[in-house]
Structure formats: structure tokens, C-alpha cells
């Protein structure tokens, strides 16, 4: 005697067991009847004795089946005939012929068995119609109300009818479907993997509570956890238990809980979970006590209550640096990414990262190319949703060559850059050498005058850097009320570090003034406001860029938290002559008789100042169809004097023929 060469063989000796009992009925002869008896106990040890010798590498359904099920003889042979009845037709209309229809019945099956073993079934009968017997959890019921308990009907479960021809994967149930991480897909979460990894190993009851925002690779991380065991991961949506009614809720818990069973599965149960203990606890006791489960919710809040296992909470949020790098590597050679390393410096979640790529893809794609470009991605990521109503985007006008700056002020403001693109390889580099570095993101602080360019140099960073510049609106963060300033500038840092983006500050010195001494309640809570933001600002992983006109104010905590601080002096002569050059468009022209050169030299103008006076100028020489003629830059000039209080200024910039 040899093992089975396939599972269809074993099963069909299962369906010849069967039949074999069908003929007990019509023998009145017990001699014969005897024979049958014993050449049903020969077919029966041998179908043992064959699933015994066959290599494990030969799946045998009713081997697997085996093993999760404790069944007694009488149950496996209620599933040979009801797997019988399913496949054979001659089985059917025999059904047909002795009890009027084609699905067997327990009665029936109690008479067979009974005949085979010749002993009497129906205790072991009621027992295997109780619901969570074991032979409920491959076999449905169903009878009519008024019919008594032993004509219950017995098919096969869809689940379990799959696996036996089929089985692994099992059919997708009707109320769960099938995760299955692709192959070489991204290794994403890495810390939290290597954790739940861990505690994986011990093998006890035990649940995972999963929470985070939308798109931050919840349910991957359970595939792949599942996947580095080689099993499926099988997703339930708990809606899906909460519409359904209770027969129906039963069924899918069932084969749930079966399906993860056969395969050796992690189960994964996605809320938001409403406050039912009982439906949960009916959901999970259909599961192995020790099989992996993950329970999934955006709402932290939703944490479910289970009696039978420990629940170990965990928040999947941003990914990390390595994460980030690895996602963007992987989508840019998917997406066909021109540059030579795609950008990285966004730390986001999983599905929003996906959506920025997939939208950089159809803005490349509208405009005739197979390759995105850096200005599709930054488009893309100034689409994705999540900005802070406490701050203002500000469009990216300017790069950093368009800058007129002197040589001190451009150096630093390089240094941002800089610092801010090597920042995970001085964290690596520190680290490698036992230290650690100092801060966890990057910030500066620009100081000067008004109008010298610090919001356009933030402007000119945020580019440079390709990411989004939210300007904080002081009026939104800061609240009379107590705890609320906190509550404000908590959700604005954590609403920057899940977009990426570049937090600016102006008139910085309104929330960064140095602390008083505690003479009344509102200087100590203005302190613990003064002292927080602080705190917030050294664990922020992003860039945050301040500027002032003065920093003498500032409190020396803050001052040390600063990386860089680059300063903006009122522009010499020669940089005024490169502003005034730069700030007229070309069309209309500029009139010989105006002396931009004479201007740069003769009136010290800030920057901002500079740059308004030409665009008046131009406004009033379009409202002409002219050229700019000196009269216009006067009226202009008077319009930003006068802002200054420096009119009479001009007086002297005026030559007999009224030139400039």
C-alpha cells in the first residue's frame, strides 16, 4: 500500500466509501449485510492509512481539514456524502428517490453510519447539529421550522467545497476578500515590522490594534507581516457583520474563521468599531485561539475590548526617512521619474504618496511626456489634502538665482538648502559614531528691515527644497483662551510633517518673545505657551524658517534652537542698480532719460520698495501706451516715499529738463 498521488484520488475513495453504505438500506440479509460492514472498515482504514503514507509535499484537502478539526466518525462521514452529494449525480438521484431530495439529510446520514458501524447514531447526531459543533464549520444547516431537528439538510459550505478541489487560496467569501502583498512590494514600516514581528513568535492570544490616519499603510503592514510567513492575510470589513443579520453574520464569521484556519492565515478586522462587545467577541471566537489578528481603525479613540486576548496598541503614522526613501525610489522608476535620484525630502503617508505620484504621472501626461518632472511633483504635492487652516500656502514666485542678495546673505541662505538636503546623512554619520545630533529638523531665522526679500528668500528655499511654504497666521494660532495656543500649534507642526512642507513664521518675535517673570496668571501661561512652542519646534523633523526685524527680543532658549541665522541689510548701491534692473518686465521699454544707475546710487530704497515703485510705474505708463517716462517714476516714487516718509527726497533727483 503506497500514499495517494493526488487529492481528487483520496476524494474520490471518499465518495466510494460512501456509496458503499448505500447499499445497506435494501439488504435484509445480515450475513451480507456483514460483508459490506467489513469491506467498509477495510476502505476506511485504508483512506486513513494512504492519507498517512502520502508526501507532505501532495496536498490533501481532507488532511488539512484534519488538522483544525476535531471531528468524530460520524462527521467526516456526513462530509464524504455531502461532498458526494455535491459531485455525483447518481448520488443525487438516489437522494431524490428515497427522501425527496437531492441534499442529504442528518437522519439519513445517521441510518448509513449507523448501518455501517451497526450501532446506534442518534446521540452523536443531536450532538453534531448544535451550532459550533465542529461539523458546522464545513457543513450548513437548514430545515423548515415545523420539521423535526434530524431532517435538517447538510451542503457543503462554498468555502469548503472550494478548498477541496482547489485549496489554497480559498474562494473569497462574500463578506471578506484576500491580501496579498505583491511580489518585491515595498518594505515599508520597517521598525514597526521587526516589532510585531517579535511578538508574533510567541504564539499566544493575542491582537494587534492598528491605528492612523487614512493611506498610512495600516493594512499593508498586516499583509506583510502575513507574507513574511507565507500565508494570505484575510480582510473583513466589520460593516459587513453589522448590516448583515444574524444567520447571515454567523455564515461569515464561520468561514472566516475556517478559511484562515485552512491556510494558516492572519486575519485582519477593519473598523471603525461601534461599542458591541458581543458582536466582536461572536466575530473572533470562530478564530484559532493563537491565529494573528489585526484590528484596523483611523480613529485612535475606537479601541475594541476583547476578553479572551491582550490587545497591543500601535500608531502607524509617517514614514520614516529610510521608508521614504525606499517609496520613492521604488514609484519614481514605476513612473519613469527624469531625474537622477527622485525626490525624497517629503515625509508623508504611504496612500498619499502613491496619489502625489499617480497625479505628477497625469500632469507629464498632459503635457505630452513620458517622464515626470520635479515641477510635476511639486504640483502634485501641493494637491494632496491635509493643509492647516492655521496657515497660508504661499505660491513659489521666485528661485534662488533670482535672489539679488549680497554675497554673506546668499551663502547662508545655500546653507538652508544645503542643511536641509544632507540632514539624514549628518543624522546617519552622528549616530554611526555613538553621538547624537542636535535637533531633529532644520530651522533659521532671517532678520532685517522690512521689505529686504525674507519672504521671497522663504519663497526661493521652498522651491529650491520642491515643497509646499505654509505661512503661519498668527491670528488663527494664537487664543485667549487657555490650552487652546498649545492645541493649535500641536495640530499645525503635526499637519507640516504629514505634508513636508516648509513652516514660516512671520513676525516671529510675537511668539518667540523672551519670558517674563511670574508676576500675574497670564504672564505664567503666556510662559508655558513660550515653552511649548519650543519644544514642538526641537522635535519637529521638518524645516522651519523665521523671520523678524529684530532679534534682540527673542528669548535665548529660542535663539539656541536656531541652526542658521542669516541677516538682511538694506542693498548698496550696486545691488539697488541690479533690483531697479530686474524689476521692470522689458515691455514697455524704460525712457533714456531716466538714470536707473543715478536712482541706485542716490536713493536707498529697500528691496520690496524698489520693486513696487516699478510696477506702479509701469501700471502708469501701460494707462499712457507709452513708454516709462520720468514723470511716471516720480508719481511712483512719491507714492512709496511717502510710505516712508521721505518725500522731500525726491526733490533732489529732479534736474532742470525734469529728468531722473
Not at 297 to 312: C, G, K, M, N, Y
Request: proline letters at 5%; one cysteine or more.
Amino acid at each position: 500500500m503506497s500514499g495517494y498521488q493526488s487529492n481528487l484520488e483520496q476524494l474520490w475513495a471518499a465518495v466510494a466509501l460512501f456509496r458503499l453504505t448505500m447499499g445497506l438500506l435494501d439488504i435484509q440479509d445480515e450475513e451480507q449485510a456483514e460483508k459490506i460492514r467489513a469491506e467498509y472498515r477495510r476502505q476506511e482504514r485504508e483512506l486513513e492509512q494512504r492519507e498517512q503514507e502520502t508526501p507532505p509535499e501532495i496536498r490533501l484537502s481532507l488532511r488539512g481539514l484534519r488538522r483544525i478539526l476535531p471531528m468524530s466518525g460520524l462527521g467526516w462521514f456526513c462530509l464524504y456524502g455531502a461532498w458526494a452529494a455535491e459531485q455525483v449525480g447518481e448520488v443525487r438521484n438516489w437522494l431524490s428517490d428515497r427522501i425527496g431530495t437531492s441534499a442529504p439529510t442528518m437522519d439519513l446520514f445517521s441510518i448509513l453510519y449507523s448501518l455501517a458501524e451497526n450501532r446506534d447514531m442518534t446521540a452523536e447526531s443531536f450532538a453534531l447539529l448544535r451550532k459550533g459543533s465542529s461539523l458546522s464549520r464545513v457543513v450548513e444547516f437548514s430545515r423548515a421550522p415545523a420539521q423535526p431537528q434530524l431532517l435538517t439538510l447538510l451542503t457543503l459550505r462554498p468555502n469548503i467545497s472550494a478548498y477541496l478541489l482547489e485549496g489554497f487560496p480559498p474562494a473569497e467569501g462574500r463578506g471578506y476578500h484576500l491580501l496579498f502583498p505583491k511580489a518585491g512590494g515595498l518594505p515599508l514600516h520597517n521598525t514597526e515590522f521587526r516589532f510585531l514581528s517579535s511578538l508574533l513568535k510567541r504564539r499566544e492570544p493575542q491582537a494587534f490594534f492598528l491605528t492612523g490616519k487614512p493611506g498610512s499603510g495600516k493594512r499593508t503592514l498586516a499583509a506583510r507581516l502575513a507574507a513574511a510567513k507565507g500565508a494570505p492575510c484575510l480582510h473583513l470589513q466589520w460593516s459587513a457583520l453589522v448590516h448583515a443579520n444574524g444567520e447571515e453574520r454567523s455564515r461569515i464569521c464561520t468561514e472566516w474563521g475556517m478559511d484562515g484556519a485552512l491556510t494558516c492565515g492572519f486575519f485582519l478586522l477593519e473598523g471603525p468599531f461601534d461599542p458591541s462587545p458581543e458582536l466582536l467577541a461572536e466575530a473572533v471566537r470562530e478564530l484559532p485561539p493563537a491565529a494573528p489578528l489585526f484590528l484596523v481603525s483611523d480613529d485612535p479613540a475606537d479601541f475594541p475590548v476583547l476578553s479572551e486576548r491582550t490587545v497591543i496598541r500601535r500608531e502607524i503614522g509617517l514614514l520614516s526617512a529610510e521608508d521614504t526613501r525606499c517609496a520613492q525610489r521604488a514609484l519614481s522608476r514605476k513612473y519613469g521619474f527624469l531625474e537622477m535620484e527622485p525626490p525624497v525630502s517629503h515625509r508623508m503617508r504611504i496612500g498619499n504618496l502613491k496619489e502625489a505620484w499617480a497625479y505628477a504621472a497625469g500632469l507629464a501626461a498632459e503635457a505630452g511626456r513620458a517622464e515626470v518632472f520635479q515641477e510635476d511633483w511639486n504640483r502634485a504635492v501641493q494637491k494632496l489634502p491635509g493643509r492647516n487652516a492655521r496657515a497660508q500656502v504661499l505660491e513659489q514666485e521666485v528661485r534662488m538665482q533670482d535672489l539679488v542678495l549680497s554675497a554673506d546673505t546668499r551663502a547662508r541662505l545655500e546653507l538652508v538648502c544645503r542643511f536641509v538636503q544632507n540632514r539624514e546623512e549628518i543624522d546617519r554619520l552622528y549616530r554611526h559614531s555613538g553621538r547624537e545630533p542636535y535637533g531633529k529638523g532644520v530651522s533659521a531665522l532671517f532678520y532685517g528691515p522690512s521689505g529686504t526679500g525674507k519672504t521671497l528668500a522663504a519663497s526661493a528655499i521652498a522651491r529650491e527644497l520642491g515643497r509646499e511654504l505654509w505661512r503661519v497666521d498668527l491670528s488663527r494660532v494664537l487664543d485667549k483662551y487657555i490650552g487652546e495656543t498649545e492645541k493649535h500649534l500641536a495640530d499645525l507642526f503635526a499637519s507640516a510633517g504629514e505634508r513636508g512642507c516648509v513652516l514660516f513664521f512671520d513676525e516671529a518675535d510675537a511668539l518667540f518673545s523672551k519670558r517674563t517673570g511670574i508676576e500675574t496668571a497670564h504672564e505664567r501661561y503666556a510662559n508655558l505657551e513660550t515653552s511649548f512652542l519650543l519644544q514642538s519646534m526641537e522635535e519637529h523633523d521638518g524645516v522651519i524658517l523665521l523671520a523678524a526685524n529684530l532679534f534682540k527680543n527673542f528669548d535665548e532658549a529660542f535663539l539656541r534652537r536656531i541652526q542658521i541665522l542669516v541677516r538682511f541689510s538694506m542693498p548698496d548701491p550696486a545691488l539697488r542698480l541690479a533690483l531697479w534692473k530686474r524689476s521692470f518686465p522689458g515691455h514697455p521699454a524704460v525712457s533714456e532719460e531716466i538714470s536707473l544707475e543715478r536712482l541706485a546710487a542716490d536713493l536707498e530704497l529697500s528691496p520690496a520698495a524698489i520693486r513696487a515703485a516699478a510696477q506702479t510705474a509701469v501700471v502708469l505708463a501701460l494707462s499712457e501706451g507709452r513708454e516709462v517716462r520720468p514723470r511716471h517714476l516720480r508719481l511712483a516714487l512719491q507714492n512709496e516715499l511717502e510710505k516712508e516718509g521721505k518725500s522731500a527726497l525726491l526733490d533732489r533727483l529732479l534736474n532742470p529738463e525734469n529728468s531722473i
